[in-house]
């Protein structure tokens, strides 16, 4: 059993205890014990007892609990919690908005056990009317319900990535399948899917869905399939997985029409000739070839989305696209001095092993408590130990930089003498994340302005799947990075992936580089570089536009440059 695992039933248990009003103090052990293990590479399943009391943050009640999850798969105490709470109560505990108390005195006075009951509660007033809710509280209940079930079932790319390979690994190994790849919004790599999509090559389509059958991994939705389309779920998984069968003759044809949108394959091009057009009244050996059967160039399965990417390929003038080769190094990282998993040196080895020329280390500010932000005295301590590891790890460069939290006006949380000090800044909201657009955007604009502030940090703060971002002037704050020679940043997490796609063609219009920042936390944190790029290449980003293309030298100038102005511009 993993880390992970384990300690989402030790967070689990922490909230039901909360629920259920159980000792404060054994709650916040709890609570400092999670906190504390997740930072950890210790493997907690192959721990004595008596190992994992010596750990800091776990005494003998948490011991002995990550023995027995290790041992039976869950806890005693924990399955106890469950046994008294229902199962609609377990699930809005990970609603995102209100704790374990409130939903408690939701489920005590209202009879609330599900989320449809709070939602009906919520939408008539009645939620309004409890003691410490409010209209406003009301409101956030609603919204994150309905956000909730908007998305539910649904899967970040990385998570139904590693699903289609394994599905298709399987399928391979099928006596009737010819050949089998990701298709549809899979294959445009869109940062969420609500299904995965498989087009199977295969010629006798009956036999083939006989072989799908009789695999215990496979579950036939009968009433959404068809004749040519295998609907289902993949052994526990939630998400709908949806096989295209076709003639392997067919399926150079198939693979284009699945891949593009409606918009992309259906836009009159010559003659009022659309792609589709041309894909049904040709035989083509390749997608590039089916392109070219109308003086266009082949277009990246992932740009395909209708767009600029038409009138780009009909002038053969669209872009090389990015490639993980270009990328130089990794900006803004995470260290043991705030809230990351692993030591400085541990992260500035790793990443020099991984072939980069550079890192930026940007471990969280002051005014991020939650996070173990570095005060003043910290940043120094950090500082010394930065210079000292350059010297010992050259031609390898570490940055001095630091994640500032923007305040609720925009300002960072330093004062100039302490940002002069870092070779870069990122700029990035991590509170009050409920102002309306027009506040929301004047607070990055003026964080922007700052003259120390290097790059802007995931825009919108938004988590896929959890919560939306806030609501920005996308336009003006793009216009105001270009203005101020700001980079913004595509945060690679794959729960972030924040600047959105959709938004990276006018970045790059108005002359606004991006860099590809993992956000990592941890080493493996770095290997999230691919889903940026991804989104990067969605919106046709170049390597002469990202930064951390950039040479190690190269960008020691830019950030050098850009502190020198700085005072100038105070």
Known sequence: MDNSTILKQLKLQAALMELHDENSFKIRGYQNAVFQLDKSDLDLASMSLSELEGLQGVGKGIAASIREIAQKGSSDALNDLLEN??????????????????????????????????????????????????????????????????????????????????????????????????????????????????????????????????QDAFTQLLEQSGPIVWRGLYKEHKIVIELIFCQPEDFVREQFLQTGNQLHI????????????????????????????????????????????????????????????????????????????????????????????????????????????????????????????????APFRIFKGIESDILNDGRLDYDDDVLSSFDFTVASVHSVLNMNKQKATQRLLTAIENPYTNILGHPTGRLLLRRAGYPIDHKAVIDHCAKHNVVIEINANPWRLDLDWRWVNYALEQGVMLSINPDAHEMNGYHHMKYGLLTGRKGGLTADMTFNALSKDAIEKHFAEKRASAPAHA
């Not at 809005?92 to 005195?105: A, R």
């Not at 899967?155 to 089998?180: G, P």
């Not at 740009?303 to 990015?322: A, C, M, Q």
């Not at 940043?379 to 790890?393: M, W």
């Open 85 to 214: 709470t229902p199962e609609g109560i377990v699930e809005l505990l990970d609603m995102k908005g209100i704790g374990p108390k409130k939903i408690k005195v939701l489920w005590k006075e209202l009879g609330i056990e599900s989320g449809h009951e709070l939602k009906e509660a919520a939408n008539s007033g009645l939620v309004a009317n409890l003691k410490g809710f409010g209209e406003k509280t009301q409101q956030t209940i609603i919204d994150a319900l309905e956000f909730k079930e908007a998305n539910a079932n649904k899967l970040h790319y990385a998570d139904a990535e590693s699903i289609a390979e394994e599905i298709i690994d399987l399928l391979n190994d099928f006596k009737q399948v010819d050949r089998a790849e990701v298709t549809g919004a899979m294959r445009r790599k869109l940062e969420v899917a609500d299904s995965i999509e498989i087009l199977v090559g295969a010629s006798d389509f009956d036999a083939l869905e006989d072989e799908l059958n009789a």
């Open 266 to 393: 259906s836009i009159p091009i010559a003659n009022d000739k659309s792609l589709r057009d041309m894909a049904y009244s040709a035989e083509y050996k390749s997608e590039e070839e089916l392109y070219g059967s109308l003086n266009m160039a082949y277009v990246a399965p992932e740009l395909r989305e209708g767009s600029f990417e038409i009138e780009l390929s009909k002038g053969n003038n669209l872009p090389k696209l990015v490639e993980m080769s270009d990328l130089k190094g990794i900006l803004h990282n995470h260290s043991t001095y705030s809230d990351g998993k692993h030591s400085l040196r541990q992260m500035a080895e790793y990443c020099k092993e991984l072939g980069y020329e550079y890192l930026g280390i940007c471990d969280h500010s002051k005014s991020a408590f939650y996070a173990n932000g570095l005060n003043e005295d910290r940043v120094a301590e950090q500082h010394k130990e930065i210079d000292q590891l350059n010297e010992e790890l």
